[in-house]
């Protein structure tokens, strides 16, 4: 992703452990899913590719959280990653996370500042 910040949307349109809402984003030259998410009232953003081989997480658009809405789960492999930090919990991930974005939430928006370097 180029250097700045794109707005990615309203802050009501993320609810506690919901739907997640997906944007693309440019990673390694190529562009890349993403989506953002709200858990335990802050906004965390992550690249939609699970650390185990590369797909979606989603099993339905958005749909990114486990039954509990306590953790984010790959719908193919069943790998779980904490959703404040994106940290394999168990599954086939091993111990490879998510790729995390820079997110930030203003004056009712959320916006990505890019691949979390940190």
């Known amino acids: 992703m180029a250097d700045g910040e794109r707005l990615i949307c309203a802050s ?7 739907r ?5 984003v440019e990673y390694i030259g190529e562009k890349a899913p993403a989506f953002a998410v709200r858990f335990e009232g802050r906004v965390h953003g992550y690249l939609n590719r699970c650390g185990h081989l590369p797909m979606e997480l989603d ?6 959280f486990d039954s509990e809405g306590l953790a984010l789960i790959c719908s193919t492999h069943g790998a779980m990653y904490g959703a404040d930090s994106g940290r394999c919990l168990g599954g086939p991930c091993g111990s490879t996370p998510l790729v995390a974005l820079r997110m930030e939430e203003r004056d009712g928006k959320v916006y990505c500042k890019g691949i979390d370097d940190g």
């Open 12 to 18: 009501d349109a993320l609810l506690d452990s919901g």
């Open 59 to 64: 099993w339905r658009e958005g749909e990114v």
């Open 20 to 24: 997640a809402v997906r944007f693309e």
